[in-house]
T-cell receptor
Framework: NAGVTQTPKFQVLKTGQSMTLQCAQD?????MYWYRQDPGMGLRLIYY???????DKGEVPNGYNVSRLNKREFSLRLESAAPSQTSVYFC????????????????FGEGSRLTVL | EDKVVQSPLSLVVHEGDTVTLNCSYE??????LLWYKQEKKAPTFLFML????IEKKSGRLSSILDKKELFSILNITATQTGDSAVYLC????????????FGKGTKLSVKP
């Protein structure tokens, strides 16, 4: 009953360090997403992958890269972390068919809290 | 620019009260509006609305969409402390590959 699993749950980095957030889903979903959530800002889309082999930029992609490793896994990489990237990161997946969310439901992971000093 | 605006941003009520949360939107080629509840961690899905005037209901929660006036409301009757959470409204546009535009959320606190 895993759903969407993110690792790590917490991470502290120094400015300039790199790291990768891992995400895996076991629901055979086509589409996967990375969001960040900041106080007073709601959820903002960083990158998404509508299907295996494709990735696209969202609203706030600068400073991030992604890899859709296979249908299950979608990773988010910070090449040179900055304090502005301190946030809670959520991975999500959905049963996207014919270009739309099948039921409207995004399944979210439990979040990764990242602090950049 | 597509946007979703929720109001109020925060709300404190007592158990048993009825609350109404508001969500207005501006989006090109609207497809659906969704409500999520976020407690400590991950948001969880509540409703998806695509048609005007059709109420969706789940227990004490209900929601309705007005596509002419571009807004939705989420009602919670007989509130309980377990309803305390951030309620997120999101909109999906046609051709968006399932990307959702989220509002900033309404933080609801229910006091005993």
């Amino acid at each position: 009953n895993a759903g969407v699993t993110q690792t790590p749950k917490f991470q502290v980095l120094k400015t300039g360090q790199s790291m990768t957030l891992q995400c895996a889903q076991d629901m055979n979903h086509n589409s996967m997403y990375w969001y960040r959530q900041d106080p007073g800002m709601g959820l903002r889309l960083i990158y998404y992958s509508a299907s295996e082999g494709t990735t696209d930029k969202g609203e706030v992609p600068n400073g991030y890269n992604v890899s859709r490793l296979n249908k299950r896994e979608f990773s988010l990489r910070l090449e040179s972390a900055a304090p502005s990237q301190t946030s809670v990161y959520f991975c999500a997946s959905s049963a996207l068919t014919s270009g739309r969310i099948d039921t409207g439901e995004l399944f979210f992971g439990e979040g990764s809290r990242l602090t950049v000093l | 620019e597509d946007k979703v605006v929720q109001s109020p941003l925060s709300l404190v009520v007592h158990e048993g009260d009825t609350v109404t949360l508001n969500c207005s939107y501006e989006v090109t080629n609207f497809r659906s509006l969704l409500w999520y509840k976020q407690e400590k961690k991950a948001p969880t899905f509540l409703f998806m609305l695509t048609s005007s005037g059709i109420e969706k209901k789940s227990g004490r929660l209900s929601s309705i969409l007005d596509k002419k006036e571009l807004f939705s409301i989420l009602n919670i009757t007989a509130t309980q402390t377990g309803d305390s959470a951030v309620y997120l409204c999101a909109v999906e546009a046609r051709g968006s590959q399932g990307n959702l535009i989220f509002g900033k959320g309404t933080k609801l606190s229910v006091k005993p």
